[in-house]
């Protein structure tokens, strides 16, 4: 039961994220790790399959492409009723599925967008070709208010090889070159004490996300449950510098409680669970009636200089 009654002119909604991405069988990575990420989190989750994999903690056996027709009626279908506070986009397998999610983007003016160009899977399968990554940097890349590469898809997505922190800017200054608002490149595949993400933004400085690095084979899932958790925080109401931090910590958490778990036979799930948040009703106040302005000219007013819309950068 609510502990508080609220009044009839007062809305209640839920903190609503949608993930756009491709199905894991296994239930470690994909749509299934965004779901329990933002369950885990206390979000109401909505979400748009793109293909189908048939996985497991080994290998990926097969995939299965949706056609951009039903994947642009899941949208709508969603979104129509459903409105997100932040959107998740994962796997996107083909240039035109890439041109469906753009228009959606656009239509429904989607905000606090986190584009992850997943391009292979944890055990090695590609998951896109070269023509899908140049969609994203025609169509994506300027939409999405951040994206959340890997190491290795940032040095494919990039051209430049990364091992040092040098290295990580240089990307990063390729990525933002070619139309990102932000980058944060995720460092879990280096071998170092520590786990180190880095954000890069058009302007300011540069700032690090350090946790312990973790002794476990089970990281199966862990790009996407980062990127889902980011979205989960934003569609909540925090900064994005405070959504950055807390989804950083909930991995890290989530690696933890379950690196000492087997789950099949190879690269285990992270323990999603390990401190569930309740799902609350958020109260909204109706939008007030707009007024009409009073009038005491036919001139129309100046325009005032340099004025610039707001902006959904971090």
């Given at each position: 039961?609510?502990?508080?009654?609220y009044?009839?002119?007062?809305?209640?909604?839920?903190?609503?994220?949608?993930?756009?991405?491709g199905?894991d069988?296994?239930?470690?990575?994909g749509?299934?790790?965004?779901l329990?990420?933002?369950?885990?989190?206390?979000?109401?989750?909505?979400s748009?399959?793109?293909?189908?994999?048939?996985?497991n903690?080994?290998?990926v056996?097969?995939?299965?492409?949706?056609s951009?027709?039903?994947i642009r009626?899941?949208?709508?279908a969603?979104?129509?009723?459903?409105?997100?506070?932040?959107?998740?986009?994962?796997?996107?397998p083909?240039p035109?599925i890439?041109?469906v999610v753009a228009?959606?983007?656009d239509?429904?003016r989607?905000k606090?967008?986190?584009?992850?160009?997943?391009?292979?899977?944890?055990?090695?399968?590609?998951l896109?070709?070269a023509?899908?990554?140049d969609?994203f940097?025609?169509?994506?890349?300027?939409?999405?208010?951040?994206?959340?590469?890997?190491?290795?898809?940032a040095?494919a997505l990039?051209?430049v090889?990364?091992?040092?922190?040098k290295?990580?800017r240089?990307?990063?200054?390729?990525?933002?070159?070619?139309?990102?608002?932000?980058?944060l490149?995720?460092?879990?595949h280096l071998?170092?004490?520590?786990?180190?993400d880095?954000?890069?933004?058009?302007s300011?400085?540069?700032f690090?996300?350090?946790?312990?690095?973790?002794?476990t084979?089970?990281?199966?899932?862990a790009g996407?449950?980062?990127?889902?958790?980011?979205?989960?925080?934003?569609a909540r109401?925090?900064?994005?510098?405070?959504?950055?931090?807390?989804?950083?910590n909930y991995?890290?958490?989530a690696i933890?409680y379950?690196g000492?778990v087997?789950?099949g036979k190879?690269?285990?799930?992270?323990?999603?669970?390990?401190?569930?948040?309740p799902?609350?009703?958020?109260?909204e106040a109706p939008p007030?009636?707009?007024?009409k302005p009073?009038s005491k000219s036919n001139?129309?007013?100046?325009?005032?200089?340099?004025?610039?819309?707001k902006?959904?950068d971090?």
């Amino acid at each position: 039961m609510p502990s508080k009654r609220y009044t009839m002119n007062e809305a209640i909604h839920y903190p609503v994220a949608l993930t756009i991405a491709g199905s894991d069988s296994g239930g470690c990575a994909g749509i299934q790790a965004d779901l329990k990420t933002f369950s885990a989190i206390g979000v109401f989750g909505t979400s748009v399959i793109t293909a189908i994999t048939a996985q497991n903690t080994q290998e990926v056996r097969a995939i299965e492409i949706l056609s951009p027709s039903i994947i642009r009626q899941q949208l709508e279908a969603t979104l129509d009723d459903i409105p997100a506070k932040a959107t998740k986009i994962g796997m996107l397998p083909s240039p035109e599925i890439v041109e469906v999610v753009a228009e959606i983007i656009d239509r429904y003016r989607l905000k606090n967008v986190v584009l992850d160009p997943v391009m292979v899977s944890t055990s090695g399968a590609r998951l896109t070709s070269a023509l899908t990554t140049d969609a994203f940097r025609q169509e994506l890349y300027r939409r999405a208010t951040i994206i959340t590469p890997n190491v290795p898809e940032a040095e494919a997505l990039s051209g430049v090889t990364i091992r040092t922190e040098k290295d990580f800017r240089k990307a990063a200054e390729a990525l933002l070159n070619q139309g990102c608002h932000a980058v944060l490149i995720k460092g879990g595949h280096l071998s170092s004490d520590c786990s180190v993400d880095m954000l890069f933004q058009q302007s300011g400085e540069p700032f690090s996300l350090v946790s312990p690095r973790l002794s476990t084979a089970n990281l199966h899932g862990a790009g996407c449950t980062l990127s889902s958790a980011i979205v989960a925080y934003r569609a909540r109401g925090l900064t994005w510098a405070r959504a950055l931090d807390m989804a950083k910590n909930y991995v890290n958490f989530a690696i933890l409680y379950g690196g000492d778990v087997t789950t099949g036979k190879g690269r285990g799930p992270l323990n999603h669970f390990f401190n569930p948040q309740p799902l609350e009703g958020v109260q909204e106040a109706p939008p007030k009636p707009k007024s009409k302005p009073k009038s005491k000219s036919n001139a129309k007013p100046k325009p005032k200089p340099n004025a610039k819309p707001k902006s959904n950068d971090i």
